[in-house]
């Protein structure tokens, strides 16, 4: 039986164990942390359960296809249930709208905000959905590496030329005269960790895939997807470790040996497998040299609050989204100045509005995030006290206020903590961000060498959980065809 370790526990790894178990192989999880789940992850305290990671998922058929890889089904750990609306905005000025994923809705709203951009938004769909349809034959359905086959040919024949590869911002105001939904069209690059001024227009894609296959919730909260693929895993014998801190990979005449473990403990393997950021590969293979991405190549990190509300309210969605004053200023604040934003844009996220299994009877759970520069400092107790200071002045402003006796519990996640809980350079969440094409599309391979192999959002085909299980399916792909005899 050949064995296979995984350096790390998230969702690619875990979508990646359990399709090489179901292929007979012997797989090892080894995860530095707590739990298993890596940024899939939850928290809970006195009755509340928070999601501490993702809260939308998108593409679910991707979720899907990887449980039934290994023989399993998704609908006995998890029944996903479509959100309508998907998000509620809300600008500065005081106007509201619900987006869907229901076209005569969305219809209705692009009338009262803006009824010219009618006609330009259905051309970024269309624009999102040749992207789309261009990306699965291409991009999405196998690495990079590999040298292209005739499906591959076929569709860049397709490629839409104009606008597909100039800049998002850009293209998306010539398509859109009304400022809030030029607004809200930019937002869509900060689910990949980037900036709206600085990616390719190619991730126009990302707001099709939200419209055209709706978003997502798992009852219970998003970490039972987690806990069923760990279900599944063991019934295939995969062995999961979590505290194993990876710290080398042996070599011997160019192949792999084993891992090596912080406490010195070794385990062998044919194949090893990178789950953590891509950056840090070259340290674990014991080369000099820069270890990670440097703080102006980072992907954006987050500031979070997690609260347990006392009692039942405010009347909130399931995502709202409280956009900031001026989102250029912002941006400008978070990649080219560093630092937290004056005036953040907020997600809040309120399951329990539609999930009471979270809460202890009464009350409610809210995760609230800003964007937060990837960098590991200063984030000291007056740092992290003034970004919470303006994170709640933009929902007061907006019309969310809470007073501190409605907060039964609170936790306050900055980017310094998700840097050690995920061993992420300076929190940053999706790896590298998208500016430019390369960055965009050329991402670290998954395959980097005899027995040596990435699956991990930091490399192709990208972050966000349906691109790492899309990650893990090319992965096992191209395990089967150079590790397999
Ligand atoms: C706050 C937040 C909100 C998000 N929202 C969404 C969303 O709504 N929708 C969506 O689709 N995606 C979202 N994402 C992104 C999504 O969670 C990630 O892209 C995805 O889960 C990453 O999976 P991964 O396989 O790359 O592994 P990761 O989750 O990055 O896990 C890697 C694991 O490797 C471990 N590790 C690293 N180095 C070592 C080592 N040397 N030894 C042992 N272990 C090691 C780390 O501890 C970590 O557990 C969000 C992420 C965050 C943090």
Known sequence: MKTLVIIGSGLGALGLAVRMAAMRWRVTVCEQGPSLGGKLNRWQQDGYTFDTGPSLITMPWVFDETFAAAGARLGEFVQFQRLEPIAHYVYPDGIRLDWSSRLPVMLDTLKRIEPRDVDGFMRLLQLGARLYELSQETFLRRAASEPPDGRTFKA??????????????????????????????????????????GCPATLLVIPYIEFAFGGHYAPGGLYRIAEGLVQVGRGLGVEYRTGASVEGIERERGAVRAVRLSGGERIDCDVACMNGDASHLERLLGHAGPSEASPEERSLSGFLLLRGLRRDGPELAHHTVYFSQNYEREFTQLFAERRFPEDPTVYVNAPSRSDRSLVPGRGETLFVMANAAADAGPWDKSHT??????????????????SDDDIAIEQVWTPRTMAARYAMPGGSIYGKHSHGFRRAFLRPGNRQGRGLYLVSGSGHPGGGTPMVLTSAKITSELIAKYEHA
């Open 156 to 197: 860049l024949r397709h490629l839409p030329l104009r606008y597909g590869w100039g800049n998002y911002d850009k293209t998306v105001r010539a398509h859109l005269r009304s400022p809030h939904l030029i607004q809200l069209f930019n937002r869509y690059p900060t689910y990949v960790g980037s900036s709206p001024y």
């Open 385 to 402: 006290a003034l970004a919470r200071e303006r994170v709640l002045a933009r929902l007061a402003a907006s019309g969310l206020a809470l």
